[in-house]
Protein backbone atom coordinates (compact mmCIF):
# COMPACT_ATOMS: atom_id res chain seq x y z
CA UNK A 1 0.00 0.00 0.00
CA UNK A 2 0.93 3.50 -0.88
CA UNK A 3 0.23 6.90 0.83
CA UNK A 4 0.99 10.25 -0.47
CA UNK A 5 1.58 13.29 1.32
CA UNK A 6 2.94 16.49 1.35
CA UNK A 7 1.07 18.83 -0.53
CA UNK A 8 -0.90 22.20 0.68
CA UNK A 9 -0.54 25.63 -0.79
CA UNK A 10 2.32 27.17 -1.41
CA UNK A 11 3.49 30.81 -3.17
CA UNK A 12 5.21 30.34 -6.91
CA UNK A 13 9.02 30.02 -6.48
CA UNK A 14 8.20 27.99 -3.15
CA UNK A 15 9.11 24.84 -2.60
CA UNK A 16 7.60 21.55 -1.05
CA UNK A 17 8.46 17.95 -0.55
CA UNK A 18 6.11 15.61 -1.49
CA UNK A 19 6.50 11.79 0.23
CA UNK A 20 5.28 8.26 -0.97
CA UNK A 21 5.41 6.14 2.35
CA UNK A 22 4.93 2.07 1.45
CA UNK A 23 3.29 -0.43 3.93
CA UNK A 24 3.14 -4.24 3.70
CA UNK A 25 6.13 -4.52 1.24
CA UNK A 26 9.20 -3.07 0.75
CA UNK A 27 10.51 -0.40 -2.05
CA UNK A 28 13.39 -1.93 -2.65
CA UNK A 29 11.84 -4.29 -4.69
CA UNK A 30 9.78 -1.41 -6.47
CA UNK A 31 10.25 1.42 -9.46
CA UNK A 32 8.55 3.96 -7.87
CA UNK A 33 6.72 6.89 -10.24
CA UNK A 34 5.24 10.30 -9.59
CA UNK A 35 2.15 11.29 -11.83
CA UNK A 36 0.55 14.32 -11.38
CA UNK A 37 -2.94 15.46 -12.64
CA UNK A 38 -4.14 19.13 -13.21
CA UNK A 39 -7.89 19.98 -13.45
CA UNK A 40 -9.30 19.54 -16.65
CA UNK A 41 -5.85 17.38 -18.24
CA UNK A 42 -5.10 14.06 -18.13
CA UNK A 43 -2.59 12.47 -15.77
CA UNK A 44 1.22 13.12 -16.16
CA UNK A 45 3.80 11.18 -15.83
CA UNK A 46 6.75 13.50 -13.71
CA UNK A 47 9.35 11.27 -12.67
CA UNK A 48 10.68 7.87 -11.56
CA UNK A 49 13.09 6.12 -9.34
CA UNK A 50 15.00 2.42 -9.39
CA UNK A 51 14.09 0.13 -6.75
CA UNK A 52 17.90 0.52 -5.68
CA UNK A 53 17.42 4.48 -5.88
CA UNK A 54 20.34 4.74 -7.87
CA UNK A 55 18.55 5.67 -11.25
CA UNK A 56 16.14 8.38 -11.92
CA UNK A 57 14.32 9.98 -14.77
CA UNK A 58 12.10 12.99 -15.42
CA UNK A 59 10.01 14.52 -18.02
CA UNK A 60 12.13 17.08 -19.56
CA UNK A 61 10.03 19.93 -18.56
CA UNK A 62 10.40 19.11 -14.90
CA UNK A 63 14.85 18.10 -14.70
CA UNK A 64 16.21 20.75 -12.58
CA UNK A 65 13.34 21.45 -10.76
CA UNK A 66 11.65 18.34 -9.52
CA UNK A 67 14.33 16.16 -7.68
CA UNK A 68 13.01 12.15 -6.54
CA UNK A 69 15.06 10.31 -4.19
CA UNK A 70 14.28 7.63 -2.14
CA UNK A 71 15.27 6.37 1.54
CA UNK A 72 14.70 2.30 1.71
CA UNK A 73 15.79 2.34 5.31
CA UNK A 74 12.26 4.56 5.77
CA UNK A 75 10.93 2.61 3.40
CA UNK A 76 9.88 6.21 1.11
CA UNK A 77 10.24 7.84 -1.60
CA UNK A 78 10.23 11.87 -2.31
CA UNK A 79 9.45 14.52 -4.53
CA UNK A 80 11.15 17.28 -3.88
CA UNK A 81 9.77 20.01 -5.73
CA UNK A 82 11.35 24.01 -6.55
CA UNK A 83 10.71 26.85 -7.59
CA UNK A 84 7.00 25.79 -8.18
CA UNK A 85 5.16 27.69 -10.93
CA UNK A 86 1.40 27.66 -10.79
CA UNK A 87 1.23 25.21 -13.72
CA UNK A 88 2.33 22.59 -11.15
CA UNK A 89 -0.73 22.70 -9.46
CA UNK A 90 -2.14 19.26 -9.67
CA UNK A 91 -3.11 16.25 -7.91
CA UNK A 92 0.41 14.40 -7.26
CA UNK A 93 0.30 10.41 -7.40
CA UNK A 94 2.73 7.79 -6.55
CA UNK A 95 3.04 4.82 -8.11
CA UNK A 96 4.90 0.94 -7.96
CA UNK A 97 5.97 -0.57 -10.63
CA UNK A 98 7.49 -4.38 -10.99
CA UNK A 99 8.14 -4.16 -14.48
CA UNK A 100 11.57 -5.82 -15.29
CA UNK A 101 12.05 -2.80 -18.04
CA UNK A 102 14.76 -0.07 -18.49
CA UNK A 103 13.66 2.77 -16.12
CA UNK A 104 13.31 4.90 -19.33
CA UNK A 105 10.70 2.94 -20.16
CA UNK A 106 9.07 3.52 -17.01
CA UNK A 107 7.30 6.51 -17.94
CA UNK A 108 3.44 5.63 -18.64
CA UNK A 109 0.98 4.53 -16.51
CA UNK A 110 0.41 1.07 -18.01
CA UNK A 111 3.71 0.02 -16.54
CA UNK A 112 2.69 0.70 -12.96
CA UNK A 113 0.60 -2.05 -10.82
CA UNK A 114 -0.29 -0.25 -7.67
CA UNK A 115 -1.43 3.00 -7.04
CA UNK A 116 -1.04 5.27 -3.75
CA UNK A 117 -4.26 7.58 -3.17
CA UNK A 118 -3.09 11.41 -4.66
CA UNK A 119 -2.09 14.44 -2.59
CA UNK A 120 -3.07 17.98 -3.54
CA UNK A 121 -0.50 20.75 -4.46
CA UNK A 122 -1.52 24.15 -5.16
CA UNK A 123 0.75 26.80 -6.38
CA UNK A 124 -1.10 30.20 -6.30
CA UNK A 125 -0.58 33.83 -4.34
Known amino acids: QLQASGGGLVQPGGSLRLSCAAS????????IGWFRQAPGKEREWVSCISGSGGSTYYADSLRGRFTISKDNAKNTVYLQMNRLKPEDTAVYYCAASVSTDSIWMLDRESKYHYWGQGTLVTVSS
Open 24 to 31: GSTLDSYA
